[in-house]
């Protein structure tokens, strides 16, 4: 890289970084106005609000809000740089046009390789802390209240509950199935199953077991098994896709595709947009870079605006999709990936249509 990379590269990390700083800042005053009450009621220790809260609570919001403060940032500073005559000097020297994007696509690929890391790992784990935090301070107690459970625990094992509390780990109305083409070949029937922290199986109270032809069932008072099914499977959901790493969420969704559940979909969102984030910070970077190179007679303030209008539409665009794929009227990955596809297209487009 020469001067002008380094000069250019420095402007646009130096102003990301000052963005985002500002913004998490103001969420973060404006987060806790909002729940300082529920600390009080709560009695949240301090030490917990502000080590195991907030200081999880700035590694989420800063990958959160990262295409979006690139975007917002490159506008800025690029207009600043195009209202001074700074690119019309640049152009003048013999530099082109596409020569000039360089270290806005270097600044951006560094940005989109520590965004990925950030939502890949850095923030699930600052979730496994601060969405638990959440939990007991801030959202009411949870009840699992679902009835008539079915679920998949092997490829031809089949577990229902009727009923289950999960404060004291217990089932209730519990069949366990083994289900061999169209028929039946084993049935265990049971009051009740409760959990055992000690020993990690469960423990099946007054069960009965039907076999394909026996002639009689077989009883039992209490017997300890370990089933592929877990305490954490009927525990609070809320925000639960946000504290798998990658890694983790392949294997979530291996599992929950194994046992046919539904919901499935707002894992594979989750997984998606932590491959196309990287990509849109890139494209939304080109796109403020093509809208605020050229000096406009007005000054800067027309560029912004219209700036913030595209992130605008962008931020619309993208939640009306994952809506209607959460609600399963469209296809996770297209839903994930087509504001990055369509805005791709923008910036081409603006490319050979804008004035240089």
Request: hydrophobic content about 50%.
């Given at each position: 890289?020469?001067?002008?990379?380094?000069?250019?590269?420095?402007?646009?990390?130096?102003?990301?970084?000052?963005?985002?700083?500002?913004?998490?800042?103001?969420?973060?005053?404006?987060?806790?106005?909002?729940?300082?009450?529920?600390?009080?009621?709560?009695?949240?220790?301090?030490?917990?609000?502000?080590?195991?809260?907030?200081?999880?609570?700035?590694?989420?919001?800063?990958?959160?809000?990262?295409?979006?403060?690139?975007?917002?940032?490159?506008?800025?500073?690029?207009?600043?740089?195009?209202?001074?005559?700074?690119?019309?000097?640049?152009?003048?020297?013999?530099?082109?046009?596409?020569?000039?994007?360089?270290?806005?696509?270097?600044?951006?690929?560094?940005?989109?390789?520590?965004?990925?890391?950030?939502?890949?790992?850095?923030?699930?784990?600052?979730?496994?802390?601060?969405?638990?935090?959440?939990?007991?301070?801030?959202?009411n107690t949870y009840y699992f209240d679902k009835r008539d459970v079915h679920i998949k625990i092997a490829p031809d094992v089949?577990?229902?509950?009727?009923?289950?509390?999960?404060?004291?780990?217990?089932?209730?109305?519990?069949?366990?199935?083994?289900?061999?083409?169209?028929?039946?070949?084993?049935?265990?029937?049971?009051?009740?199953?409760?959990?055992?922290?000690?020993?990690?199986?469960?423990?099946?109270?007054?069960?009965?077991?039907?076999?394909?032809?026996a002639t009689s069932l077989k009883f039992g008072a209490k017997i300890d098994t370990t089933?592929?099914?877990?305490?954490?499977?009927?525990?609070?959901?809320?925000?639960?896709?946000?504290?798998?790493?990658?890694?983790?969420?392949?294997?979530?969704?291996?599992?929950?595709?194994?046992?046919?559940?539904?919901?499935?979909?707002?894992?594979?969102?989750?997984?998606?947009?932590?491959?196309?984030?990287?990509?849109?910070?890139?494209?939304?970077?080109?796109?403020?870079?093509?809208?605020?190179?050229?000096?406009?007679?007005?000054?800067?303030?027309?560029?912004?605006?219209?700036?913030?209008?595209?992130?605008?539409?962008?931020?619309?665009?993208?939640?009306?999709?994952?809506?209607?794929?959460?609600?399963?009227?469209?296809?996770?990955?297209?839903?994930?990936?087509?504001?990055?596809?369509?805005?791709?297209?923008?910036?081409?487009?603006?490319?050979?249509?804008?004035?240089?």
């Open positions: 890289m020469k001067i002008l990379d380094y000069y250019i590269l420095k402007k646009f990390l130096k102003t990301y970084v000052f963005a985002v700083f500002i913004i998490v800042l103001i969420v973060m005053v404006i987060d806790y106005t909002e729940k300082i009450d529920d600390f009080i009621r709560k009695e949240a220790p301090l030490r917990e609000i502000l080590f195991d809260y907030y200081l999880n609570f700035i590694p989420y919001w800063a990958s959160y809000i990262s295409p979006l403060m690139v975007f917002i940032a490159t506008v800025f500073f690029t207009a600043n740089l195009a209202a001074k005559t700074e690119i019309i000097a640049i152009l003048s020297s013999g530099v082109s046009f596409t020569r000039l994007m360089r270290p806005y696509l270097i600044g951006s690929g560094i940005l989109a390789i520590g965004t990925f890391i950030m939502i890949g790992w850095i923030v699930p784990n600052a979730n496994k802390i601060r969405v638990p935090f959440e939990h007991k301070y801030i959202n089949y577990a229902y509950l009727e009923t289950y509390d999960n404060t004291t780990n217990t089932g209730y109305r519990f069949s366990l199935e083994r289900i061999v083409g169209t028929e039946i070949q084993e049935k265990l029937m049971s009051d009740r199953i409760t959990w055992d922290s000690t020993s990690k199986k469960w423990t099946i109270h007054d069960y009965r077991i039907r076999t394909a032809g089933l592929n099914l877990f305490p954490k499977d009927f525990e609070n959901k809320h925000l639960l896709h946000e504290t798998f790493t990658l890694p983790e969420l392949n294997r979530h969704i291996a599992l929950v595709q194994s046992r046919g559940a539904d919901g499935i979909e707002v894992f594979q969102i989750e997984k998606y947009l932590r491959f196309a984030n990287p990509f849109s910070v890139m494209i939304l970077t080109i796109i403020g870079f093509l809208v605020s190179a050229r000096k406009a007679r007005g000054g800067v303030g027309f560029q912004i605006a219209l700036g913030f209008s595209l992130a605008f539409i962008y931020i619309l665009f993208f939640m009306m999709s994952k809506g209607i794929a959460e609600g399963g009227g469209m296809p996770p990955l297209l839903a994930v990936w087509l504001p990055n596809i369509v805005f791709s297209a923008v910036g081409v487009g603006l490319y050979y249509t804008i004035p240089r």
